[in-house]
């Protein structure tokens, strides 16, 4: 499950909320990773020979609307080399 919680919405800061959260996954045996959306995440791409959904993504991530850092670019077609690079 993935939830987005607004730090506004919360009477206490993250370090705070991690802390208080963490207790109530170990009480129930879960796992969890919380993380600040502030702080962009990384990414891999990985790609097929066609470059509509490669392209879509580069749009995405190249106008911000993909907020992460692509630390990684897969495939096994080399027709994508150079949209990669």
Known sequence: ???E???SSLSVNLDEFRHTFNVVAETYSMKCCIRDTDTPG???LLASHVSHCLADLLH???SNE???DITCFISN???RRLMAE
């Open 66 to 68: 993909l907020d992460c």
């Open 1 to 3: 499950m993935r939830n």
């Open 77 to 79: 077609h080399e027709n």
């Open 60 to 62: 995405r991530w190249q």
């Open 5 to 7: 919680i607004r730090a």
């Open 42 to 44: 990384k990414g891999a």
